[in-house]
């Protein structure tokens, strides 16, 4: 069993930057796949960025050059640095982890960039 919390998030202006942590209750070394998504008011939940335990990184579109992801094994860690961030980025995001078979959830921390 693998429990994940978010924490980092909050209000701030567009342009800005912010840094959320995923903190695991264990070690992520074993975690295939870590990544965040995010959901938008009356929107579907979408993928934000994701990495491999090897350290291979996907990220979406919308969020090429702004957002980096990366994992700290040592501190059962991933962070997503958010920069240049937009209004649009506004939503609930959430870390996920993928070991296999099992997928585990965060419950959230809450992003707003105004405008």
């Known amino acids: 069993q693998v429990q994940l919390v978010e924490s980092g998030g909050g209000l701030v202006q567009a342009g800005g930057s912010l840094r959320l942590s995923c903190v695991a209750s264990g070690s992520i070394f074993s975690i295939n796949v870590m990544a965040w998504y995010r959901q938008a008011p009356g929107k579907q939940r979408e993928l934000v960025a994701r990495?491999?335990?090897?350290?291979?990184?996907n990220y979406a579109d919308s969020v090429k050059g702004r957002f980096t992801i990366s994992r700290d094994n040592t501190k059962n860690t991933v962070y997503l640095q958010m920069n240049s961030l937009k209004p649009e980025d506004t939503g609930v995001y959430y870390c996920n982890g993928l070991k296999i078979p099992n997928l585990y959830w965060g419950q959230g921390t809450q992003v707003t960039i105004s405008s």
């Open positions: 990495i491999t335990s090897s350290g291979s990184t």
